[in-house]
Each structure stands twice: as C-alpha cells, then as structure tokens.
C-alpha cells in the first residue's frame, strides 16, 4: 500500500509538472499571438485583428486569475478551475496543478518560476492599454500617424520583455521539473528499496517460522509412523502452521483413541473366534459321532432287511420288508443332507476332476427315482443334444447329487404330467465346455416371491407345502451351493398351477488328445461276480455289522475271517494269507488308521495287500485321510452289497493281475473348473 501510494504520488506530481509545462507553452504562444495581431491590426486597421487580439489575451488573464486565486490563505478553487480553463488547460490535469501549486509553491525551483510568471502579468496589462489607445485612435476620425506609430514601437518593445520574461520562466520551471523527478526518483528507489528489504526481512521470517513448524510436525509424523502415537507437536502461533499442529494433535488423539478401541475390539474378536472354533470343533466333533452312532444300527437295518428280502416269498411280508427298506432309505438322505450341507455351508469340498459321461449321469439318476415317478404315474423322460461332449472333466459324484435332488424334488411336488431332463452346450472353447442341465416338471409351480426365498436353508415355497409334500428344506439350498463351488450358476422359472423349471449351467474341462480314448470306456460290471476262490479279513468291532459283512460275503461265495479290533488283525494276518482286508475305522485298543500303518510297514509280500475302508464316518476329508495312510478304498455305511461286492473284484483282480496303476482319477490333469 506504501509503495501503491507513492507510486501514485510520483505519477500526480509529474503529470503536475508536464501539466504546467503545457500550460506555460499556451501562455507564450498566446501572448505571441496576441502581440502579432495588435501589430497586424497597426498596420492594416482590420478589426478582426484587434478582436483576435483581445481573444489571445484571455489565456494570460486566465491564468493570471488562478494565480492571484491560488495564493490566498483559502483560495475558492472552483475560481481557480475556471481561470485554468480559460487559460485552455485540459479539465483532467487542472487538479493535479492546483496540488502541485498547493504543496510546491514555497520550493525555490517553483517559486522562481512562479515569480517569473508573476513578473510577465503587468508587462501584460500595459499591453492591454496600448491596445485600448492603437483601438481608439484607429477609430478616430481623424487619425495621428505618429502616435499610433510610437504605439507600434512600444508593442515592439513589451514583446522583447514578456520574451524575456517568458525564457526566465520557461528555464526556471524547467529546474523545477528537474528537481521534481529528481525528489520523486529518489523517493521511489529509496521506497524500493526500503520495501524490498522490508519484504526480505518479513519473507526470511516467516520462511523460519514455517520452517520451525513444519519440522516439529515432521518430526512427530516421524515419532507416529513408528508407533508412538502419545507424539503431539508444540504449536508456536496461531497461524496457518499452527492450525496445521492443532490439527495434527487432535489427529494423533483420535487415532490413539482408535486404536485402543481397534485393540479392544481384536481382543474381542480373537475371543469370539477362539469360541467359535471351539464351537465348529465341537460341531465337527459332535457330526462325526452321531454319523457313526446312527449310520452303524442303519447298516444292520438296511443291511439284513435287503438280506431278508432276498428270501422272502409271501407278498405281505415282501411289502414290509420294502417299506422298512424305504424308511431306512429315507432317513439316511436326510442325514447325508445334513453332513453334506455342514460341509458346503463351510466351502469344505474337494471336487474330483476325472472323465465322466454325462449320459451315464443322469440314466443312473432317473434310476434312482424311478420307483417314486411309477408310484406317482408320472413320465419321466431324458435328452442330450448331440452337440454335448460324451465325456468330460468333473466330479460325477456331485453332478449326480444335483440331479438327484432336482429331479427328486420334481417329482415330489408334481402331481400329474411328466418330469423332462435336458442338457445342451451353449458356449464352448478350446479347453472349456459349458453346459446347461434343465429340469421341467408340471407340478404345483412356485409363486414369484418365493422363487429366491427357495433356494435358502430350511425354506419351501409354503407352510402347506413341507406338511403335504414332506422334506427338512435342504435339498435345493445344497443344490445352489453344489453349483456355485463348481463356478456354475443356477436359475428358476416358474408358474404357479402350471409347473417349474429349473436349469443350471456349469463349465466343465473338455479331454484333451491324450485322453480321447476314454470316451469309449466300458466299465465291466463286478457287482453280481462271485467271490469264489477269495479270502476276505473282516477287522469290525460291532457284532451286527460282523453278522451282516459275513453273510453278504459269504452269500457270493466269499471266504471270511472276523477280527474284532487292528491289533487282533495284524496278528491274524501275520499267520495267514488273505486277498482283501475290509477295515473299520473306530476299534477299541488299535483303530483302523494304526493298523493300516502297520500293514503297509510289513515285508512286500505282505505290504501291499489292498485295504478298503468300511465306515459310518462320512464327514469331509475322510476320503482323503484314508487315501494318504495308504488305503486303496472307501466304502461308507450302510453300504449296498453290490458296491461292496465290486470293490472287492476290482481291487483283488488288480492285485492278481500285478496292475499297480494308481488311481483312476490321478491319471487326469488337474483343470480348472
């Protein structure tokens, strides 16, 4: 504002200066002229002339006017605009005359001007009155030559004064100019200067204050990232470093805050979770005994009632036995639904990956419930477009669990029409095929709010509905999570009154050239051979289960020996000679796992023998765990005779054969469905 100020002072007082100087040319060419038109008007007696003349003198006057104006103690300066005016100065630079008049006057340069022009104004009113006397006696009737020639001589001689005058006054306002830029630069240079250094001083200042402040917050930016975060910064002014520290101190507070609820609230969680992997322990714990605790009477039930049947011939008590078969049925698919959904619920699911034939799929699945769809007088009908592959990668084992539960599913809530399975490619690329499978049935169909709600544990499409129809409400929630971990997706559409469709679509990885020939494989049936010929340890600790293993061995043929824990077993097996060990896995003093090791540490002879697993554990991972202690097989109970009399022929005529081939699954490429 200092420097704005005297930049506009500087400015004023020049234009001041230049407006003077202008003002004195004006002056001296009026005057000039005033002269040359007096002495023309001599001369040529042209009254023209003498108005011209008295014309001129008003520049002078006027000027002559403001002066006389301006040096009184109060001068009246609208008088003093008026006599500028009329000595023809510009209406913009009057005022910067009049205060350059105002604070300069007493300034020698100036006055010496001032008192040249002073000078000049009674040489100016003698002028006035030659003028007054060449006038009249031109106009006299009679005219004195003589006077009127003295009065030209005099007009000659007020021109060589006022020229005089006016070089004096020309040259001393000159200086004065000069004196005045002189004042005006310096006092510039010097404000420059002044503020310059000012503007330094202030700027090295604040740079340090600024540099304080930020290096304290740096610093405690520096304590906070390594973890002290009681850090607070001093805070020096209340400026904008200081707001910044303010703020920065209340940041570290309300972090320090956090993270002390952050601690509290990880304390708490490692609580919680050590609590809920006692629980899911617990859980895990608790399904495991109660699969065997159930599925070990379920073997005997299942077990001798389809060994009675066999010999039974009365038709009532055929009826029966087939209904104690199908309850006992019942009951264990409602148990495999609830240890399969304990284990998808929780993402715990290995998928095999090895060639299946989606035919073979779904005819074993229409098998399955077939009986249910003849009860019901209900057609059931399958189809595959050509354009599907016979054979690719997969788990069949889960794919045939969807269908069964769809299919299933369709069946129990149709009460007339048909159930039609269907199953076509709708994208297909080098390595990767995708297949949509759909299940249409006529049924009682879904209402549209219902249609997700379906899919959700526990859930059916109405209260009437589990009451009419039966079910616990798992079957399509394992469905939907079966899909979803196979990086498939499934959907609904349905019509109340007029049935349901639903179709799913999963990616499966197609065979490569190497694996072409499997397309054309042909699984020999083993299920009805006889066991003639081979011996067969039975390490089983339950006497039903024992009673029920022996006559369904002994009924094809095979020759048994019963062991009722590992221990006695190995001891058996070290005396005699056997061709298949079928091998619990809860025993009392050794359990299978330990007698398994065992046998696997023996001699070759004996090592090598093969070792099916016969168990009521079904819960994930079991499979695994059997397969990595060196059992070649699996078999859960209640198991059905021909399964069990397949694994035996399988693996004994492997063993006869000398065919060590690992498994088949293993001789697939891991892919990525």
């Known amino acids: 504002m200092v420097e704005l100020c005297t930049l506009w002072f500087s400015i004023t007082t020049l234009s001041a200066v230049r407006s003077y100087v202008g003002g004195e040319g004006l002056w001296s060419k009026a005057q000039k002229d005033a002269i040359l038109n007096l002495r023309e008007y001599g001369y040529t007696y042209n009254e023209k002339n003498y108005q011209a003349f008295n014309e001129f003198l008003k520049v002078p006057f006027g000027d002559k006017m403001a002066r006389i104006e301006m040096g009184k103690p109060n001068p009246d300066l609208d008088v003093v605009r008026d006599g500028f005016l009329q000595g023809r100065n510009h209406p913009d630079d009057i005022d910067n005359m009049i205060g350059l008049t105002r604070r300069f006057s007493k300034v020698y340069h100036l006055n010496k001007a001032f008192v040249a022009w002073q000078k000049a104004e009674p040489v100016l009113d003698e002028l006035m009155g030659i003028g007054l006397q060449l006038h009249t006696l031109i106009n006299a009737p009679t005219k004195d030559n003589a006077k009127i020639s003295f009065l030209l001589d005099e007009i000659e001689r007020l021109n060589t004064e006022l020229t005089a005058l006016e070089d004096d006054f020309s040259y001393t306002l000159g200086e004065g100019a000069r004196w005045l830029e002189g004042v005006v630069l310096r006092l510039v240079l010097a404000l420059s200067i002044t503020i310059g250094t000012t503007s330094i001083v202030i700027a090295i200042s604040i740079n340090r204050s600024i540099k304080r402040g930020l290096d304290v917050i740096v610093e405690g930016a520096e304590l906070v990232k390594k973890g002290k975060l009681e850090t607070r910064v001093k805070v020096f002014a209340n400026?904008?470093?200081?707001?910044?520290?303010?703020?920065?101190?209340?940041?570290?507070?309300?972090?320090?805050?956090?993270?002390?609820?952050?601690?509290?609230?990880?304390?708490?969680?490692?609580?919680?979770?050590?609590?809920?992997?006692?629980?899911?322990?617990?859980?895990?714990?608790?399904?495991?005994?109660?699969?065997?605790?159930?599925?070990?009477?379920?073997?005997?039930?299942?077990?001798?009632?389809?060994?009675?049947?066999?010999?039974?011939?009365?038709?009532?008590?055929?009826?029966?036995?087939?209904?104690?078969?199908?309850?006992?049925?019942?009951?264990?698919?409602?148990?495999?639904?609830?240890?399969?959904?304990?284990?998808?619920?929780?993402?715990?699911?290995?998928?095999?990956?090895?060639?299946?034939?989606?035919?073979?799929v779904i005819k074993d699945a229409c098998l399955y419930v077939e009986s249910n769809a003849k009860l019901k007088k209900i057609e059931l009908n399958y189809s595959i477009a050509e354009r599907v592959p016979k054979v690719f990668i997969g788990d069949s084992i889960r794919l045939s669990q969807i269908f069964v539960n769809l299919v299933s599913n369709a069946i129990k809530f149709t009460e007339k029409g048909e159930v039609v399975i269907s199953a076509d490619t709708i994208e297909e690329n080098e390595d990767v095929v995708v297949v949509e499978f759909r299940i249409k049935d006529t049924g009682i169909g879904i209402p549209q709010e219902k249609q997700q709600k379906i899919f959700e544990l526990f859930e059916q499409a109405t209260n009437s509905a589990s009451r009419k129809f039966g079910g616990v409400g798992l079957g399509l929630s394992m469905v939907k999570r079966l899909v979803e971990l196979q990086n498939g997706k499934i959907f609904l559409e349905s019509t109340p009154g007029r049935g349901s469709e639903f179709y799913f679509r999963m990616p499966f990885v197609k065979l490569n050239e190497a694996q072409k020939g499997y397309e054309n494989i042909s699984i020999h049936d083993t299920s009805e051979e006889s066991g003639k010929g081979i011996k067969v340890l039975i390490v089983e600790d339950n006497p039903i289960n024992q009673l029920l293993v022996i006559k369904v061995l002994q009924k094809r043929g095979y020759e048994t020996v019963i062991s009722q824990n590992g221990k006695i077993a190995i001891e058996k097996y070290k005396n005699e000679d056997f061709d298949i060990i079928l091998m619990d896995l809860q025993m009392p003093e050794m359990d299978g796992y330990e007698a398994t090791k065992f046998i696997r540490r023996m001699n070759s002879d004996k090592a090598d023998i093969p070792i099916v697993a016969m168990t009521a554990h079904t819960i994930q991972g079991e499979l695994e765990k059997c397969m990595a202690i060196g059992m070649n097989d699996y078999i859960s109970k209640p198991f059905k005779p021909e399964d069990l009399n397949a694994k035996i022929q399988s693996l004994v005529k492997r063993k006869r054969s000398g065919n060590e081939a690992e498994n088949y699954a293993e001789d697939i490429p891991k892919s990525t469905v």
Do not use: C, W
């Open 239 to 360: 400026d904008e470093i200081g707001r910044v520290a303010t703020v920065f101190n209340e940041m570290t507070d309300a972090l320090e805050h956090n993270v002390a609820e952050t601690k509290l609230t990880e304390a708490k969680l490692v609580t919680e979770r050590e609590r809920a992997e006692s629980s899911d322990k617990a859980k895990h714990i608790f399904l495991v005994n109660m699969s065997h605790e159930i599925r070990t009477p379920m073997n005997g039930i299942q077990g001798f009632a389809n060994y009675i049947k066999d010999s039974l011939t009365d038709k009532e008590h055929l009826v029966a036995i087939e209904m104690i078969i199908k309850s006992a049925d019942h009951l264990m698919r409602i148990l495999n639904d609830i240890l399969d959904f304990s284990g998808l619920k929780n993402g715990e699911v290995d998928f095999m990956k090895q060639p299946i034939k989606v035919r073979d």
